[in-house]
């Protein structure tokens, strides 16, 4: 599944002690060992939701940036579960948002039909009411990332872009971006000083340090706060180089 780094960790350390008087700070990850278990994984989930709930307790932040250096790392499917995990946390108006206008998924994750969404909201088309979807779970609704035409993907250069977020940001608890990679496109870029803190997606065996180092230092000259990297579909530890980058 995943293991939290950098901020995220620290987070948890703090919520542990805060939660327990101090004891619990220094417990292992849930997937230090062999590979997790389903109840494992959704466990994790469930730790990453509450971190980021603490940190947004504490930094007053709405949305969050969920990207990866690259296509195939799984960033979606954190997007997905970390929001469900968000919303079985009780918030009562937690966003999950499909910004990625290059391979967009979660209507098929979420099973709803694309009927307009985030595309036709940048576009001044139509409300913020009316692409925000019901899919059955308490506390959670979707904005898909709408039609995909030609010249899709330069709205997320639109000028209305910041006013869209500050929107999503001020009707929801937590926004949760799905954004699409960050290196083989500028989309996240232009998304990275707009919201509040990204989260960065990287896959066991997949992502080399120097991807991710480039990945991390392009949004920050974007202007982005990163709040964290999480490691996904790991069956132990983080490689030792990725440790001490992210771990100090």
């Known amino acids: ?56 307790s504490t930094s007053a932040f709405r949305t969050v940036m969920v ?13 997905s579960r970390l929001a469900l995990a968000l919303a079985g946390l009780g918030h009562p108006r937690v966003l999950v ?16 039909e694309e009927t307009g969404g985030l595309a036709e909201l940048i576009a001044g088309e139509v409300a913020l009411d009316a692409v925000t979807r019901d899919i059955g779970t308490p506390n959670l609704r979707l904005v898909t990332a709408g039609r995909q035409l030609e010249g ?44 509040d803190r990204v989260v960065l997606v990287t896959q066991a065996g997949h992502t080399g340090r120097g991807h991710l180092e480039r990945a991390t230092a392009e949004l920050v000259r974007s202007g982005a706060t990163i709040l964290g990297v999480v490691l996904n579909r790991t069956s132990s530890h983080a490689p030792p180089w990725l440790d001490r980058r992210f771990s100090a």
């Open 1 to 56: 599944m995943s293991r939290i780094f950098h901020s995220l960790q620290r987070a948890e350390q703090k919520r542990l002690a805060h939660d327990a008087g101090g004891a619990g700070a220094d417990q292992p990850s849930a997937t230090d060992g062999a590979q997790p278990s389903r109840a494992a994984q959704l466990t994790e989930y469930e730790r990453l939701a509450r971190n980021i709930v603490y940190l947004s």
């Open 67 to 79: 990207a990866s250096p690259a296509h195939g790392e799984g960033a979606s499917t954190i997007v």
């Open 97 to 112: 948002v499909d910004a990625n206008f290059r391979r967009p998924r979660l209507h098929e994750v979420f099973h709803v």
């Open 152 to 195: 899709t993907a330069q709205l997320l250069a639109a000028p209305r872009l910041g006013e869209v977020l500050g929107e999503l940001g001020r009707a929801h608890d937590i926004t949760i971006l799905d954004a699409p990679p960050v290196l083989p496109y500028a989309d996240a870029l232009a998304l990275a000083s707009l919201v």
